[in-house]
């Protein structure tokens, strides 16, 4: 078939890049809009903490977290790059008064999926060792199968896979054609330009960069610390904390005071003031749906769409642009797709 994506964030350049390798030929837009959510994320693969209770999602973020290991062992031999996948483990921060629960449900969740490795709890020497300046104030647990991975650096690599298949990118607007290629819309945030359903909103979340002073480098996991907070090493001394969440109609990219102050206070929570360095914001703009799932289903015969990835569109993605591909070039899905076809939540 005649493809053509618009967007090349990574849910775009996930699904190219899978249907090149199946022989179609395909054409990627991408106009890199500043605030491109792939750009700004550095992130966790680590879906089995969560206490969201929404099965569709789970069942997603679970096999593409399962996916990711030989997706990126492929892609780094295709190409010969870094993606900045480390499957290093994930440290679990939590308040005294549940961290036994805690460890119960995460490891009741390990049961029969391999791919979680084990969950354990730390004793203060050994998060000290992981993690040299963290607190040690809250009790820890490492889940073995988290893994962390760098969204620009996964988004070069498979643009290189890709076109090193025969695919072919444009780094312009699409302003349409009357082709008749297949076109597949991954827009992300920039999704409200088109009229298809859903609507696409999207959330403002920004990062925190900054430098671990007066320790050992060492590589830490990344740390999933209290309610929606998280640390990645990035390299070196380099880290990062994230996230706000914040619904916006703007495009605007532009670093806020308030989420500087919110996030330097999130991070004196588990660093000592005089162990930091900050030394940047960073801006993405997170897709989402009403119902904060994917939307992954046909607008109509000749047009499909693929959006809504929100806080976990890094661990989604490459799994998504293998189950596209494959269910355009009529073979099985694992996951049954319909369930991401969206459905109007009752208000
Ligand atoms: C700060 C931050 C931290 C995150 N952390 C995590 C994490 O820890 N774990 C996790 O799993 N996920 C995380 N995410 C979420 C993840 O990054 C996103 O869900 C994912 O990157 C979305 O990818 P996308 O391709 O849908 O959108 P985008 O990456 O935004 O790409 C959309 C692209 O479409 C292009 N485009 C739009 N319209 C057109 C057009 N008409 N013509 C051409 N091009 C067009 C845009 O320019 C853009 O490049 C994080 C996101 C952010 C912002």
Redesign the pocket.
Known sequence: MNITI????????SIGYHLVKMGHTVTI?????K???????????CPWISQRRNKKWYRLVTASARYYPDFIRTLESETDMSTGYKNSGAICLFKPDIFDKATKRISDKAIGHPEVGQVRQLTREELSELHPSLTTKYPALIVEGGGQVR?LKLLQAIKTAFIKHGGHWKQ????GSDDDSFKIY??????S?QDYQPKIAHQR???MHFKLLNQKTVQSPVVMALGPT?I?HLEDDNYVI??THIDTDSFDTSPTEESRAYLTEELYKYFKPEDVEITKM??????YTRDYLPFIGYADKNTFI??G?????????PFVGLEVAKLINNQQTELDLNDYSYIEPQT
């Open positions: 618009i967007g090349g964030g990574l849910a775009g350049a837009y991408d106009r890199e809009d605030g491109q959510a792939t750009f700004a994320s550095a992130g966790i693969v969204g312009e607007s699409y302003e991954t827009t992300g945030a920039w999704g330009e979340a920004e990062i998280y990645v994230g996230t960073g801006v993405g703009l997170k897709p693929v959006n990835m929100g806080s976990t569109g890094l661990t989604a993605s």
